[in-house]
């Protein structure tokens, strides 16, 4: 319980700090939890400040109605906010089959999706109760009624008749403006649990978070009929054995992913175990934090220094962080211990180095050493066509983007994708006038 209020409290002063460790050990149940009693604590001061004269809020029922109404809410976040922004958040990033992600990643977002509502819930409430102490909101409605009435010779006629028999008040306004601030202040949480998750731009997680919302609109008309459900014990039990099988596989991944990265954490109080440093740098490296990621691996080198993959993974960020000479320090020390590493894929990162770094010579001499192992790689086939170009040898790089662009097309299926981006660097690389490959 102190640690759900601990990530609750630390989303208001170190929220990316919260929400990677929600994301990482923050469990689906929890989370659900602490949302619907925000939700429904924000719904209990609308009741309370503005919809008294249709809900009121003393009787015991109407606290059971905010409860079941704002767990409608948390449905529709769960099964159809979530998946519609996993879905459209895999197209921004190609990075699995949609089912794959969903079981890897579902929980993680979910958990962090019902955070944002909470953050968003309880910053929604003491706003509500601001403007209702001060009588802010209820004066901006009734001016926005009376702006309205000015009007009353253009306005629907369902619209007048909803004014003048008291059912459009300015108290309801007044509670469509906090919901409508409710949305608005969801919507930036949600950005930054959209790209705490699946490591997006701002951009992207903003596009892919407005995309969503607006799709999600014609969902809320399902909440009534969630409440209705919820409210019956025998279409509650239904539904929970509907859904059981899927939120269960959902949830022990998430617990196998954290039990797996606890293990590795207890495993790196043994001084001399290098294996686990280096699988928690890969599991860092792959949310695409970096520095932690090589925090990690120079630990493993420190504690082993044959380890080579480490060596490898270490040259890789640096070379990704424009390091090239400490990349190149680091691909010959794997190198000068295996000659092959990882299916000779070391000649690849030590080509592209030498490329960034304009030794042109270098890198083409390294991608034939990859190449005379894996001929068909589309990435290689490409960085040694821009060594190419950079030689000045305009025949060999054309060939080289032409053989990478075949090699792509000739894929299959499940390479294709991943393997796209060569294409389509390829073929912007024929379509300049001149191969230049310092640009």
């Not at 529709?76 to 519609?84: D, E, K, N, R, Y």
């Not at 509502?117 to 009624?145: D, F, K, P």
């Not at 909440?223 to 596989?249: D, H, K, N, Q, W």
Request: aromatic share 10%; glycine share 6%; proline share 3%.
């Amino acid at each position: 319980m102190l640690n759900w209020l601990r990530l609750v409290l630390m989303m208001f002063y170190a929220p990316a700090r919260a929400m990677r460790e929600v994301r990482d050990r923050g469990a689906l149940a929890p989370a659900g939890l602490v949302a619907l009693l925000a939700h429904a604590l924000f719904f209990f001061s609308l009741s309370w400040f503005y919809l008294g004269h249709l809900i009121n809020p003393g009787q015991p029922l109407a606290i059971v109605f905010v409860l079941f109404q704002s767990a409608g809410y948390l449905v529709i976040i769960a099964f159809v906010f979530c998946p519609l922004t996993l879905f459209l958040a895999n197209i921004f990033e190609r990075r699995a089959s949609f089912r794959l992600l969903l079981q890897q990643e579902y929980a993680a977002l979910a958990a962090s999706m019902f955070y944002a509502l909470t953050a968003a819930s309880l910053i929604t409430t003491i706003l509500t109760t601001v403007g209702w102490l001060t009588g802010v909101q209820r004066t901006l409605s009734s001016r926005m009624v009376a702006v309205v009435m000015q009007q009353r010779g253009q306005l629907n006629p369902e619209v007048l008749a909803a004014i003048e028999q008291g059912i459009l008040s300015p108290e309801l306004i007044a509670a469509g403006l906090s919901v409508m601030a409710l949305a608005g202040v969801f919507a930036v949480w949600a950005v930054l649990a959209l790209r705490t998750v699946f490591r997006l731009s701002w951009f992207r997680a903003v596009i892919v978070v407005l995309v969503s919302g607006t799709l999600l609109l014609p969902a809320y008309k399902l909440i009534p009929i969630l409440g209705t459900i919820l409210a019956s014990p025998f279409l509650l039990l239904m539904l929970f054995l509907l859904l059981r099988g899927y939120v269960g596989e959902f949830t022990r991944t998430q617990r196998a992913r954290e039990s797996f990265r606890q293990n590795l954490e207890a495993a790196t109080l043994n001084p001399a175990d290098a294996s686990a440093h280096y699988n928690l740098g890969l599991i860092h490296q792959q949310r695409g934090e970096m520095e932690q990621a090589r925090e990690r691996f120079e630990r493993a080198v420190q504690i082993d220094d044959d380890e080579i993959d480490a060596h490898h993974q270490l040259g890789r960020i640096a070379r990704q962080q424009k390091r090239l000479a400490e990349a190149v320090r680091n691909f010959e020390q794997v190198v000068s211990r295996d000659r092959s590493h990882a299916q000779n894929e070391v000649w690849r990162e030590v080509g592209a180095t030498y490329l960034a770094a304009g030794q042109f010579e270098d890198a083409r001499n390294a991608l034939e050493q990859f190449l005379d192992h894996r001929p068909s790689d589309p990435e290689a086939l490409y960085l040694i066509g821009r060594a190419h170009a950079g030689l000045g040898h305009q025949r060999e790089a054309t060939s080289s983007m032409q053989a990478c662009i075949a090699a792509v097309k000739t894929a299959p299926a499940y390479k294709y994708r991943a393997d796209k981006r060569w294409l389509n660097e390829a073929q912007q690389f024929l379509r300049r006038p001149m191969h230049n490959s310092a640009e």
